[in-house]
């Protein structure tokens, strides 16, 4: 039984650029939540997926960001034009139906130069 | 926004027992108290969560008070593992999770 999995752990990347994480929840969680989390603070909600759909975002998920969950298993989260603010721990977690508990994956540190 | 109040950091000594507080003066009937650790450079794990009555799994206990305005995380005994933060969150059904600061454990050996 493997637990959330996310990729690439560490990310850096140039101001201005394009970058792509993925997660991969436990297998039948039917949902999937991002946040984010800098240093000394508790995660932030991001975004939610219950299935495919998209059901929430939270404001601070600007144009910038995009997140996907074709076919209802992993999702994609794109952070375009990149800015030195981007700068954080990505954080995964699913659900399974019918129960609360999160399950966070390890997280993605993204680091913007 | 975080509905509830924790201190910021705690010490306990190996093999003790340790009482994590959190304040929730604002809580809905509906709130369940949620209790997550986040060990260093890892995601956020969950502990245990209640609604009104005392809850104990393998990991730790939750002692509700009876107006549910407080709540108490204990470990009963206190590794070096237990090393963490501890986010207290309160929950209503199909809410999200708001994560405050939390309160940084310390475990000396």
């Known amino acids: 039984d493997t637990g959330v999995s996310q990729n690439p752990r560490h990310k850096i990347t140039k101001r201005g650029q394009n970058v792509t994480f993925r997660c991969d929840p436990i297998?039948?969680?039917?949902?999937l939540y991002w946040y984010r989390q800098t240093l000394g603070q508790g995660p932030e909600f991001l975004t939610y997926?219950?299935?495919?759909?998209?059901?929430?975002k939270s404001r601070l998920l600007s144009d910038r960001f995009s997140a996907e969950r074709p076919k209802g298993s992993f999702s994609t989260l794109e952070i375009q034009r990149t800015e030195q603010g981007d700068s954080a721990m990505y954080l995964c977690?699913?659900?399974?139906?019918?129960?609360?508990?999160?399950?966070f994956g390890p997280g993605t540190r993204l680091t913007v130069t | 926004d975080a509905k509830t109040t924790q201190p910021n950091s705690m010490e306990s000594n190996e093999e003790e027992p340790v009482h994590l507080p959190c304040n929730h003066s604002?809580?809905?009937?509906?709130?369940?108290i949620h209790w997550y650790r986040q060990l260093p450079s890892q995601g956020p794990e969950y502990v245990i969560h209640?609604?009104?009555s005392n809850v104990n799994n393998r990991m730790a206990s939750l002692a509700i008070a009876e107006d549910r305005k407080s709540s108490t995380l204990i470990l009963h005994r206190a590794t070096l593992r237990d090393a963490a933060v501890y986010y207290c969150?309160?929950?209503?059904?199909?809410?999200?999770?708001?994560f405050g600061p939390g309160t940084r454990l310390s475990v000396l050996p």
């Open positions: 977690a699913s659900t399974p139906r019918g129960q609360s508990e999160q399950y």
């Open positions: 297998s039948e969680h039917n949902r």
């Open positions: 997926f219950q299935n495919e759909a998209q059901l929430e």
């Open positions: 604002t809580i809905s009937g509906t709130d369940y």
């Open positions: 209640g609604l009104t």
């Open positions: 969150i309160l929950r209503n059904y199909g809410q999200n999770f708001v």
